[in-house]
């Protein structure tokens, strides 16, 4: 539980979550590797009993993260997978039905498509970009409006505030993903949301070293619930991913802002290379939501997406010539990494529909890390170049 905090996010980054022993002094959280803690008698209330419940060191990453956010509970789970997968467990059952962002992690479509589908949840996946067709799409049947804001991959943005004041009028929840900004770019409850979620494997880690989720909320009788389910599945976060996150959490303010600057560099560089189709960047005025950019997030965020020219092909040929940026499925890191969505986090979304979507075959994800801004620009030409010269010794023209 975290009363509004005096401190400042950096502060709070240092600060928020530690929780040590009274006998010892340790600087930092230890690693409360223990499936069950000593009771004292037959009907104790004891903080922590069994891990499958609950764990210190989850605990002090659980309170971490609600001094960043700022909000009452924060409940942390294995990944951010079982984080979505509580939650909708939690709000939905048969004959309900969740309006969901058209464009989101595959994984959250894929949950819905086909695990919940099956048990009678029904989602209504919209264009939530468009605010008036997520009025078009509540029902009474809904209980839930569940955003990606910017949208993985193709970083489409959805309005937080204008979204809420419809979901309040109706008291549905609103539940936002906000993986690809944490609460430092983006302070979604501030903006109207009721349900903050995170993949901590992200940002809040940076160290490609975890996977882990989180679900922040003022709500007591939500968090009551997500803890009940976290226990019942066995959905809940191991002390060590949990101590690890804690350590990146330290360095969360330091790193997203220079991943920010770097990647804000890079897009304008990309947007003026010529086999670069076009670049989407919500702080480029070229960005469709360039304008709601500017209100909703403190950034652009660290995330590039670029479509090349030529395709399939192209993109195969860039990303198999990078030399210091790694292809991969993780974002967040240190380490630069790109993700081809349409053969990887995307790829089981049929051809047709993630095309309409946006997500088309020469798509790149663009996760900027820490390296000199510099150097990858270096990487970047080096890889475009390739596909130049590997277009003319084919004879073909990528130009077209
Ligand atoms: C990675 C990701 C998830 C899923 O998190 P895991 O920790 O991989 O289970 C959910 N939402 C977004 C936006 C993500 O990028």
Same mark, same amino acid.
């Given at each position: 539980?975290?009363?509004?905090?005096?401190?400042?996010?950096?502060?709070?980054?240092?600060?928020?979550?530690?929780?040590?022993?009274?006998?010892?002094?340790?600087?930092?959280?230890?690693?409360?590797?223990?499936?069950?803690?000593?009771?004292?008698?037959?009907?104790?209330?004891?903080?922590?009993?069994?891990?499958?419940?609950?764990?210190?060191?989850?605990?002090?990453?659980e309170s971490a993260i609600a001094a960043l956010e700022q909000t009452q509970h924060s409940v942390c789970f294995a990944t951010g997978?079982?984080?979505?997968?509580?939650?909708?467990?939690?709000?939905?059952?048969?004959?309900?039905?969740?309006?969901?962002?058209?464009?989101?992690?595959?994984?959250?479509?894929?949950?819905?498509?086909?695990?919940?589908?099956?048990?009678?949840?029904?989602?209504?996946?919209?264009?939530?970009?468009?605010?008036?067709?997520?009025?078009?799409?509540?029902?009474?049947?809904?209980?839930?409006?569940?955003?990606?804001?910017?949208?993985?991959?193709?970083?489409?943005?959805?309005?937080?505030?204008?979204?809420?004041?419809?979901?309040?009028?109706?008291?549905?929840?609103?539940?936002?993903?906000?993986?690809?900004?944490?609460?430092?770019?983006?302070?979604?409850?501030?903006?109207?949301?009721?349900?903050?979620?995170?993949?901590?494997?992200?940002?809040?880690?940076?160290?490609?070293?975890?996977?882990?989720? @989180?679900?922040? $909320?003022?709500?007591?009788?939500?968090?009551?619930?997500? !803890?009940? /389910?976290?226990?019942?599945? %066995? +959905?809940?976060?191991?002390?060590?991913?949990?101590?690890?996150?804690?350590?990146?959490?330290?360095?969360?303010?330091?790193?997203?802002?220079?991943?920010?600057?770097?990647?804000?560099?890079?897009?304008?560089?990309?947007?003026?290379?010529?086999?670069?189709?076009?670049?989407?960047?919500?702080?480029?005025?070229?960005?469709?939501?360039?304008?709601?950019?500017?209100?909703?997030?403190?950034?652009?965020?660290?995330?590039?997406?670029?479509?090349?020219?030529?395709?399939?092909?192209?993109?195969?040929?860039?990303?198999?010539?990078?030399?210091?940026?790694?292809?991969?499925?993780?974002?967040?890191?240190?380490?630069?990494?790109?993700?081809?969505? @349409?053969?990887? $986090?995307?790829?089981?979304?049929?051809?047709?529909?993630? !095309?309409? /979507?946006?997500?088309?075959? %020469? +798509?790149?994800?663009?996760?900027?890390?820490?390296?000199?801004?510099?150097?990858?620009?270096?990487?970047?030409?080096?890889?475009?170049?390739?596909?130049?010269?590997?277009?003319?010794?084919?004879?073909?023209?990528?130009?077209?």
């Amino acid at each position: 539980m975290q009363s509004p905090s005096i401190h400042s996010f950096s502060t709070r980054a240092i600060h928020g979550g530690h929780q040590t022993l009274a006998s010892s002094n340790p600087m930092i959280t230890p690693i409360y590797q223990s499936t069950t803690f000593a009771q004292k008698e037959v009907g104790e209330n004891a903080q922590h009993t069994y891990s499958r419940a609950s764990n210190p060191t989850v605990a002090a990453l659980e309170s971490a993260i609600a001094a960043l956010e700022q909000t009452q509970h924060s409940v942390c789970f294995a990944t951010g997978m079982s984080a979505t997968t509580a939650l909708l467990l939690a709000l939905l059952g048969p004959g309900d039905e969740v309006v969901c962002s058209d464009v989101v992690y595959g994984g959250t479509s894929r949950l819905l498509r086909e695990v919940l589908e099956p048990i009678g949840i029904k989602a209504a996946f919209v264009d939530t970009s468009k605010t008036m067709e997520v009025a078009r799409a509540l029902t009474a049947r809904t209980k839930l409006v569940f955003l990606e804001t910017p949208a993985n991959p193709t970083l489409k943005l959805s309005d937080i505030a204008a979204i809420s004041t419809l979901t309040r009028e109706r008291n549905i929840p609103l539940a936002v993903d906000n993986t690809f900004l944490t609460p430092l770019l983006q302070d979604c409850t501030s903006l109207g949301a009721d349900i903050v979620l995170y993949s901590t494997t992200k940002y809040f880690d940076g160290h490609n070293a975890t996977v882990g989720g @989180a679900i922040c $909320t003022n709500g007591e009788a939500l968090a009551d619930k997500l !803890r009940d /389910l976290r226990k019942t599945l %066995g +959905l809940n976060q191991k002390p060590f991913e949990a101590w690890l996150t804690l350590q990146g959490i330290q360095t969360l303010p330091l790193r997203i802002h220079r991943q920010c600057d770097s990647a804000s560099e890079l897009a304008t560089w990309l947007a003026d290379h010529p086999l670069v189709e076009r670049v989407i960047y919500p702080n480029l005025p070229s960005h469709p939501q360039f304008e709601l950019a500017q209100r909703q997030q403190e950034t652009g965020g660290a995330l590039i997406a670029f479509e090349l020219r030529g395709g399939l092909a192209s993109a195969k040929r860039f990303v198999s010539s990078l030399r210091l940026v790694t292809l991969a499925e993780n974002l967040g890191s240190g380490q630069s990494i790109a993700t081809h969505p @349409a053969s990887m $986090t995307h790829s089981d979304i049929p051809d047709h529909e993630a !095309r309409t /979507l946006g997500i088309s075959p %020469g +798509l790149i994800r663009f996760s900027v890390g820490l390296e000199s801004a510099n150097d990858l620009r270096h990487d970047l030409a080096q890889s475009l170049e390739s596909i130049g010269n590997y277009s003319r010794e084919k004879g073909e023209n990528c130009h077209d």
